[in-house]
């Protein structure tokens, strides 16, 4: 029940989580009857970037601080159960949201290429597996940056700061190329930020040196992807739960 | 497999004398980075215990260190130094929440859910059964008298609505141990009068409530053990603090009050006088037949006598001067 509740409450947080969903669900839609993408590829990268990134940061960028600021978390963490659980359960409410909000997407782009037989959905189905994979990754870092910054609504801040931050690993790997440095940027872009190019790779089928393995099969490969996202997920929650048990709620009086 | 401690199943069987026991605790706040001398002490050396079945009110002035000694007994925030526990345990651990109730001073609830739903939701989060649960949330609704709002959003409810559902929501599963801060905030009279009553079936079924408050006037009428805060350090509490209550004994004479007051009393202890009313210090209530004895042999033809004791608020008004002037 405890977990069913911490779940349920996720979802009816906001009001605004339902005019979110809908609202991307209808932008795909416009997307893909307006725009025709010739390749199952393009409408992929554009999930992957809408759902994968923007809808995880709109979703989880508060979540936790929201709980916060408020001063509702003080109930919560009273109750007999691990503070780790709020963390869990609430990471898991994210979750299931955007699986479900991911299959709606899939029934939604195959009525329309029913009704408009001029697209190929072939290997949709990966790309929509990326983005779910992208969706947690992003919404455990984003959860786990909630509970130090304890402010709601900082979506805008933490998109502001992702991609500043992308931007700024790219700059550096172009300026410090051929330089000592450049190998352990490169590493810590791969390995530890959200796999957002390791992710599109896999959905679009390259597994080209960027591959966590160099396995022969294209199987091993997928499979290295989907662990490395999974890991890098485990990692961000677990940094996130251990900050949240070790918090303190109160204000500093002046 | 949880071990109980064996003041753990004593204060489970209502056993257990103390419910929660604090020593020498010491809260200093100190932003990240900041400087030292910019360090804030909210709490001093403060130890205390609270034994089963014991309402105390938390007094004191602004920043004197109430919220924050009932956030170290929640386990909400870390002491600096020293160490509480409740019913034997750490107060941050698992197994300590499990005999909390806490109430904070500015209650927020998911916007969306209706009382039942929020009431529901803790429940759920005690760990309790489906059955259970149905079975609280109906008890807590005719217990705090929510049948008018309980199945309207949260985000309708007035002030005092919220601090009825806070309050439900702590006491939900009866604990051992309950910490209201400000619970009669937005209560009008009929809710601070239940309230009270509320309180004192929880003592009668041993319960221990720790309040804080700065409502002296409704403070009182819910208890008489109190906790004198003040700058972070305690000043007085329990029995020293309703004997420290001073007295002021008014009587009524015929005439010739002064000329009285002159022949029996020494002027130190002389408040106030007129022809017909004198005004006495008194430290203690069995003094009072002795001052009436000397005034009558005096030659005072005694029309009245009133005995006056300082309330609380005074009380507190008169301590807060003097650790101001210490």
């Not at chain 2, 002795?290 to 008169?318: H, Q």
């Amino acid at each position: 029940m405890r977990a069913y509740e911490l779940i349920r409450e996720t979802y009816f947080r906001r009001s605004y989580i339902w005019i979110a969903h809908l609202s991307w669900l209808a932008v795909y839609g416009v997307f893909w009857w307006s725009f025709v993408p010739a390749k199952t590829e393009t409408m992929g990268k554009f999930i992957l970037i809408g759902s994968g990134l923007f809808l995880a940061l709109t979703l989880s960028a508060g979540i936790l601080g929201d709980d916060i600021a408020s001063g509702r978390i003080c109930v919560l963490v009273t109750k007999p159960f691990w503070t780790g659980k709020l963390y869990l359960f609430r990471w898991i409410g994210l979750s299931l949201q955007a699986a479900v909000h991911l299959l709606l997407t899939g029934v939604l782009l195959g009525v329309l290429d029913l009704l408009t037989p001029k697209n190929s959905i072939e290997g949709l189905g990966v790309w929509l597996l990326a983005t779910w994979l992208l969706f947690n990754a992003v919404a455990a870092l984003s959860t786990s940056l909630s509970v130090v910054l304890g402010r709601a609504f900082n979506s805008l801040l933490l998109l502001v700061v992702f991609v500043a931050g992308y931007l700024l690993m790219n700059a550096l790997m172009v300026l410090l190329r051929g330089e000592a440095g450049a190998g352990w940027l490169t590493a810590f872009v791969r390995y530890a930020w959200p796999p957002f190019e390791l992710l599109r790779k896999f959905a679009g089928g390259e597994y080209g040196p960027h591959a966590l393995t160099v396995g022969r099969f294209s199987l091993s490969h997928s499979v290295a992807c989907v662990v490395h996202s999974l890991v890098l997920t485990c990692v961000y929650g677990a940094v996130g739960i251990l900050l949240l048990c070790r918090r303190q709620f109160s204000r500093v009086r002046e | 497999m949880l071990v109980q401690t064996e003041q753990e199943t004593a204060c489970e069987a209502g056993v257990q004398p103390m419910v929660v026991e604090c020593h020498g605790l010491t809260k200093v706040f100190r932003r990240p980075f900041a400087s030292l001398d910019k360090a804030v002490c909210a709490l001093r050396d403060v130890s205390l215990s609270v034994r089963r079945g014991q309402i105390v009110g938390l007094i004191g002035p602004n920043g004197a260190g109430k919220s924050t000694l009932l956030n170290l007994i929640a386990g909400l925030i870390l002491p600096t130094q020293g160490r509480v526990t409740i019913c034997g345990r750490p107060a941050r651990s698992v197994a300590a929440r499990r005999y909390l109730g806490f109430m904070p001073e500015h209650p927020v609830f998911p916007g969306l859910y209706t009382a039942r739903a929020v009431l529901r939701y803790h429940a759920a989060l005690l760990g309790l059964s489906a059955q259970s649960i149905a079975r609280q949330v109906d008890a807590s609704i005719q217990r705090l008298h929510m049948q008018e709002f309980a199945d309207r959003p949260a985000s309708d409810f007035s002030q005092g609505m919220k601090q009825r559902l806070a309050l439900a929501i702590a006491m939900m599963s009866d604990p051992p141990l309950l910490l209201l801060d400000e619970p009669s905030n937005g209560l009008d009279p009929i809710g601070i009068v239940e309230l009270r009553d509320l309180l004192q079936q929880l003592r009668d079924a041993g319960a221990s409530v720790v309040i804080s408050s700065h409502r002296l006037g409704e403070l009182e009428k819910l208890t008489s053990d109190y906790i004198f805060m003040h700058r972070g350090r305690i000043v007085q509490f329990g029995d020293e603090l309703t004997a420290s209550q001073a007295g002021q004994l008014r009587v009524g004479v015929v005439s010739d009050g002064e000329a009285v007051a002159r022949a029996a009393l020494p002027s130190s202890r002389v408040l106030s006088v007129c022809d017909t009313e004198l005004m006495i210090a008194i430290g203690e209530p069995d003094e009072v037949p002795d001052v009436v004895r000397d005034l009558v042999a005096a030659g005072a033809k005694i029309t009245s006598v009133l005995l006056r004791r300082e309330n609380i608020e005074e009380v507190f008004l008169r301590l807060c001067d003097e650790g101001d002037s210490r």
